[in-house]
């Protein structure tokens, strides 16, 4: 096999996104670096409150290399109670206040699934990307307010919500129903001018570990699709738990996996631990120009 041949199997992606006149190359991965402005986040380390601990986590983000950070204030672990959209609000305009502020250049993202955030931190804090766990199946308002906003929007798939998707989770085909499920939505969101999508399985939404582990060696069949993947697996609990372990030990665990999400061709990797991913794409780059050589 041909090096050329052989490098196909690993990352390769031509998309470019256009983020309020930024441009986000998607050639080679890169890292979305996470801020939870939340009480309640499944992993403590990545909560932060308070103005000092957000600057310095943004901060943190980009200096180790992070291309995207993502700003959520509404927790979605499995069970959780959703905070009323005026409180989601509050803490998210405290958080955009900060980045915008003292990284002005910075290319930021807000995970949320409710159309009226997202409009307001579109307008009011120029934020770059949308990040909805839902794909617009929780706010019906999201897919319109996105195709006026004209910003790159993150579909993530999920069965059911946040309060009972583990409930038991169940698919015929969990491959074949996610791949129909992102064919169909791009197809709504072209039909509407919404044309930089973004993908996320949506690991540990509405999944059982096996499901996740399915997805995960299955993940370079949605590259047909030809629009990113974003892979969310960081310190999850279908990581740990195999492990007999807690969130705050399955680190190692999850470069193995992101590992593995980059050779199925993964274009972002959202992670709680920045630098550790960034040596995870550069040193799975150097194997892929050793392969070019071959």
Not at 85 to 107: D, G, N, S, Y
Not at 114 to 129: C, I, N, P, Q, W
Not at 139 to 160: C, E, F, R, S
Request: proline letters at 3%; aromatic letters at 8%.
């Amino acid at each position: 096999m041909h090096g050329m041949e052989k490098v196909k199997s690993f990352f390769t992606s031509t998309h470019t996104l256009s983020c309020k006149g930024k441009l986000l190359d998607l050639s080679t991965p890169k890292v979305m670096g996470i801020i939870n402005v939340t009480r309640n986040s499944f992993y403590s380390g990545s909560q932060f409150r308070g103005k000092h601990r957000i600057y310095r986590r943004a901060k943190e983000i980009l200096n180790q290399g992070g291309s995207i950070i993502d700003i959520g204030a509404c927790s979605t672990r499995p069970g959780s109670s959703p905070v009323s959209e005026a409180e989601e609000m509050k803490q998210l305009a405290k958080a955009l206040t900060i980045v915008r502020k003292h990284f002005p250049e910075a290319i930021v993202s807000v995970d949320t699934y409710r159309s009226g955030v997202a409009k307001t931190v579109v307008e009011d804090f120029k934020v770059d990307l949308i990040n909805d766990i839902s794909a617009g199946n929780m706010d019906k308002q999201m897919h319109n307010t996105i195709a006026k906003l004209n910003v790159p929007y993150i579909a993530m798939h999920m069965k059911g919500t946040p309060q009972n998707m583990q409930d038991n989770p169940w698919y015929d085909d969990v491959i074949k129903e996610l791949f129909s499920f992102f064919a169909n939505r791009i197809n709504e969101l072209n039909l509407m001018g919404i044309n930089d999508i973004l993908i996320d399985p949506g690991f540990g939404f509405g999944k059982t570990i096996e499901h996740n582990y399915r997805i995960l060696s299955n993940l370079d069949s949605f590259r047909v699709l030809n629009t990113p993947i974003v892979v969310g697996l960081s310190r999850k609990s279908f990581i740990y738990k195999p492990l007999n372990q807690a969130s705050e030990d399955a680190l190692n665990g999850t470069s193995v996996l992101n590992t593995i999400a980059l050779l199925k061709g993964a274009a972002i990797l959202r992670v709680h631990d920045v630098k550790e991913a960034m040596e995870t794409i550069k040193l799975v780059s150097i194997a892929q120009q050793q392969l070019i050589k071959e």
